[in-house]
């Protein structure tokens, strides 16, 4: 039996169609691997864990795993590589759901695909491709990774408004050097003519957006399957009551859609934003305007830090940070703890930095590394917690 060189994971998409043409035409030995992360593909929306805590069964959500999976099938056909397809839905559920709703039950906002990245596509992934005899994988991601100084480096794809390195960013050396990015260098409308000129069965496919294990329902539906709903009061910073919520862990930081705040007496005609959380008191607080003070913070805490090149480039330096995916860089300074966690202090104000989210640092187009955001000094957080500072001992 032939081994592949390299291992693509085709997830049934335009990006991991092309990535897999283009290592094809480099004249590599490839073949392609199809990963089940979730094992629910059907309609009902009354979908339950299973009686052993694991995911949904089958034929209860709205992931279109079938076809993704017949659409990766026609590629790797179309291709000539041979097709492998791997079930990680119960590592999945593991590794990366639980944490996901016990994030949001302690009224945090996780990001599952950096779990996802980390926990499967890099893990058990990589692990099942190696056990097929494969020396590398390669995936769709937008992002690039080179050699340089002795070390692995993950690097912005080319296309900054499709980078995807804010989700690799607890990616290490190991997983870098086994893995290639073969589309990092092109743009979008580029790939997507590749693969009309290929003849690719997905080269027109839309882009997949928001979490698979949600797909198209309405978010609040599907969480309160696994979280059931507390209603409570919404209030403004003052404490006033503006109105009532169905659960606070169905909000993040700075959202205006879905609160359902009308005409308030003697407030303007202005929109309403949530400002802030208080799950032990199951209050959700709003605030009128986009940029409310409230929403504003210039200081950040992590959880412990992952470094891509295995250490911090010093114990005080100067970078750009992401708060939020697409964000633009926001200048910053970084103070590296003795526990591992790092003070962040922005140039300017952020709004909505939001605990549980994902922190990334970059030196240009390197990926330095990333960790949750733990606390910020936004008013209504510096309020619950007390006059206690961020400051740390560095």
């Not at 007496?265 to 009128?288: H, M, S, T």
Request: charged share 25%; net charge negative.
């Amino acid at each position: 039996m032939n081994h592949p060189e390299v291992m693509v994971g085709v997830s049934g998409g335009v990006d991991s169609s092309v990535a897999a043409l283009l290592l094809v035409q480099q004249g590599r030995d490839v073949a392609g691997l199809f990963m089940q992360n979730w094992s629910e593909d059907g309609d009902a929306p009354d979908a339950a864990p299973s009686a052993a805590g694991g995911p949904p069964e089958a034929g209860s959500g709205h992931c279109r795993a079938e076809e993704d999976r017949r659409d990766a099938v026609a590629v790797c056909g179309r291709l000539g590589i041979p097709f492998h397809f791997r079930d990680f839905s119960a590592e999945y559920w593991q590794g990366v759901f639980t944490h996901f709703l016990s994030e949001y039950a302690a009224g945090r906002t996780p990001n599952p695909d950096v779990l996802c990245n980390r926990e499967v596509k890099f893990k058990h992934f990589l692990d099942a491709a190696r056990a097929l005899g494969a020396e590398r994988i390669a995936t769709g991601h937008y992002a690039r990774v080179e050699r340089s100084g002795g070390r692995w480096r993950l690097l912005r794809g080319a296309d900054r408004g499709k980078d995807q390195s804010y989700f690799l960013h607890q990616l290490g050396q190991e997983q870098l050097a086994a893995t290639l990015f073969p589309i990092g260098h092109l743009e979008k409308p580029q790939l997507r003519r590749v693969a009309l000129e290929a003849g690719l069965p997905t080269h027109a496919k839309k882009d997949s957006t928001g979490i698979c294990f949600i797909g198209e329902r309405d978010f609040r539906a599907f969480l309160g399957q696994y979280l059931p709903a507390r209603e409570g009061e919404i209030r403004d910073p003052d404490g006033h009551v503006i109105g009532r919520h169905p659960g606070v862990f169905y909000f993040t930081l700075g959202q205006r859609e879905g609160l359902n705040i009308g005409g308030v007496r003697g407030r303007p005609a202005a929109p309403w934003y949530v400002v802030g959380k208080d799950v032990a008191a199951n209050i959700l607080y709003v605030d009128q305007g986009h940029d409310s003070p409230w929403l504003q913070s210039r200081r950040l805490q992590s959880e412990a830090m992952h470094w891509i090149g295995g250490a911090a480039p010093a114990q005080r330096f100067r970078c750009s940070a992401q708060t939020r995916y697409r964000q633009a860089d926001e200048p910053c300074s970084v103070t590296v703890h003795g526990d591992g966690t790092v003070q962040v202090d922005f140039d300017t104000p952020q709004r909505a930095v939001t605990p549980g989210q994902s922190l990334v640092l970059y030196d240009g187009p390197e990926c330095l590394g990333g960790a949750v955001i733990a606390a910020t000094d936004a008013p209504l957080e510096v309020r619950a917690r007390g006059p206690v500072s961020l400051e740390r001992q560095a």
